[in-house]
């Protein structure tokens, strides 16, 4: 199936069946968002791949109560770093030339750039440019997601104070920014199944200049 296919097939469950999804799907999905790219590569941001039960009931709790984050298969906790520093700048640009076989002042001007723009903007600007690099990574991963036939609920409304109280991010350099629960839906169920899936018309959503 094309990829519009499996867009069209794909809808936000409102009701998962418990059932599991098989390993590869689960590291396929996984592929996908690690595969995202990134202002400059940086990837701040990382998954936790939640399937405890216990540990489901208490972010329910803190997420709006929806059903899907236990009847999920497994649950992402997409996480985002709360700010750029030197050290972690470094350490990913290092990395790369590492990987590349290249000496690692290669990106020393680049870095020093970034760093420069970055750094009087402030920690909250900061954390929330991270937040946006993390949703390119959850969209792969929603694609991925229907291109294997598993259902995915894209979530926001959650509190993540709570939610990194329970990952015990404190002092981690990580903050929630998404969840997004893996499972099947349940669709003897979930209201939304059949309902018509309605977006803005084509001709509203882009405009052509030539
Ligand atoms: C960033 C984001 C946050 C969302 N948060 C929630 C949520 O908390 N709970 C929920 O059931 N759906 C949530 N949704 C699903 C949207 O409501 C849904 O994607 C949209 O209405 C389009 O419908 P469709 O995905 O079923 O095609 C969210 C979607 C996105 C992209």
């Not at 936000?12 to 590869?24: L, R, S, W």
């Not at 020393?108 to 402030?122: A, C, R, T, V, W």
């Amino acid at each position: 199936m094309s990829l519009i296919e499996d867009l069209k097939w794909r809808y936000a469950a409102k009701k998962m069946n418990g059932e599991q999804i098989p390993e590869d799907k689960l590291n396929y999905i996984l592929e996908a968002a690690r595969l995202a790219p990134s202002s400059s590569g940086l990837q701040p941001y990382k998954i936790f791949v939640i399937s405890n039960k216990e540990l489901l009931n208490k972010i329910k709790d803190v997420a709006w109560n929806q059903s899907q984050v236990v009847d999920c298969s497994h649950l992402l906790v997409f996480a985002a770093w709360d700010g750029y520093t030197d050290a972690r700048v470094s350490a990913v640009f290092n990395y790369t030339m590492d990987q590349r076989g290249l000496p690692r002042e290669t990106m020393d001007d680049y870095k020093q750039n970034i760093m420069s723009l970055y750094e009087p903007l402030g920690k909250e600007w900061q954390a929330d440019h991270a937040a946006k690099q993390s949703y390119i990574s959850f969209a792969m991963a929603i694609a991925a997601a229907a291109e294997q036939k598993v259902d995915a609920t894209p979530i926001e409304g959650f509190l993540p104070p709570e939610v990194d109280k329970l990952l015990e991010l404190e002092g981690s350099g990580y903050k929630s920014t998404l969840l997004l629960t893996l499972g099947y839906r349940d669709a003897d169920n979930d209201w939304l199944v059949n309902m018509k899936k309605v977006r803005t018309p084509k001709e509203d959503f882009s405009t052509e200049i030539k």
